[in-house]
């Protein structure tokens, strides 16, 4: 098993504790490999990364298959164009503010124009169902900016 912070075990744990639904976060490379086991742990929503799946619609055909809702990731340098051929089949887009995998990283400025353009993508489809998330620095001082910017 790789080093995964909150595995399986702490959902399940957390699950059996909350009724509020739970939200994975899935950094991880195959992440394929451990959806199953995620879902089955109790995550109601499981994110995953453009960059780490090589057949990106099979895995989110994966989570909904399994009952969950999913959502796709996308790095500060990966455009938004990457989501052109699967956000239709998305329950959320989570836009990283920061580059993944160190916490208390500052904001990435230009993420706020990304955020726009994911926004404007999901408003022109019409897919109102489409949750808008963002990871990496929010904070009191730029939260505001960034809800403007079209994030839920």
């Known amino acids: 098993m ?3 912070t909150i595995g399986p075990l702490i959902v399940e744990a957390v699950n059996k504790v909350t009724d509020l639904p739970l939200d994975v976060h899935l950094m991880i490379e195959h992440p394929e490999r451990y959806v199953e086991d995620f879902i089955n742990a109790g995550s109601d929503i499981v994110t995953i990364h453009v960059e780490a799946c090589t057949h990106l619609n099979s895995v989110v ?6 009952g969950a809702k999913a959502g796709v ?11 052109d051929c699967i956000i239709e089949d998305l329950d959320m887009v989570l836009v990283m503010s920061v580059n993944p995998g160190f916490g208390g990283q500052s904001f990435i400025e230009h993420s706020l124009k990304k955020i726009s353009e994911v926004r404007s993508m999901i408003d022109e489809k019409r897919l109102n169902n ?5 990871d990496g620095g929010i904070k009191v001082d730029n939260i505001k900016s960034v809800s403007h910017a079209g994030a839920d």
Request: charged content about 15%.
């Open 2 to 4: 790789p080093n995964i």
């Open 61 to 66: 055909s994966q989570i909904k298959d399994l």
């Open 73 to 83: 990731a996308i790095n500060p340098s990966t455009p938004v164009a990457s989501l």
């Open 130 to 134: 489409i949750e808008l998330e963002v």
